[in-house]
């Protein structure tokens, strides 16, 4: 199977799975973040552990990655200004919008309006950071 259908199949997989645990609801979003309903953090916490164990199965196979290079995991250090600013802009842009980059996708895809602002943020602030981080290198 072509290597992009695979990937615009498990994305709409994925996406379908978003949407039906509610990670696409703003009111969920909202009441995970006020503390009222955590099933959504349990559901995002479910992700960075099966994430962990099959990045750690796929280098133990000695797997390739997607251009032939061995899967690595590397380790960086945590507190940096940087992170911290870069966790602090994303956490607000993820309470105000009701949104992450894998959710935005799903309420677009569900036909939500506000989706589609949201996405243009990030597609704006992505062409921010480049250019900022192109202008540190000079």
């Not at 916490?45 to 280098?59: D, Q």
């Not at 956490?91 to 589609?116: M, N, R």
């Amino acid at each position: 199977m072509n290597k992009n259908l695979q990937y615009l199949l498990f994305g709409s997989i994925f996406g379908f799975v978003l949407s039906r645990v509610g990670a696409s609801d703003y009111n969920l979003i909202f009441r995970m973040f006020t503390g009222e309903d955590l099933k959504l953090a349990y559901v995002i916490i479910t992700a960075i552990i099966t994430a962990g164990i099959g990045m750690a199965v796929l280098k133990r196979l000695g797997l390739k990655g997607r251009d032939g290079t061995p899967i690595t995991i590397s380790k960086k250090p945590l507190i940096i200004r940087k992170n911290i600013l870069g966790g602090a802009i994303f956490g607000l842009g993820w309470a105000i919008s009701g949104a992450c980059p894998g959710t935005v996708l799903a309420q677009v895809g569900e036909g939500k309006l506000l989706g589609l602002v949201t996405m243009f943020g990030m597609i704006l602030g992505t062409f921010f950071y480049a250019f900022m981080t192109e202008r540190q290198e000079k």
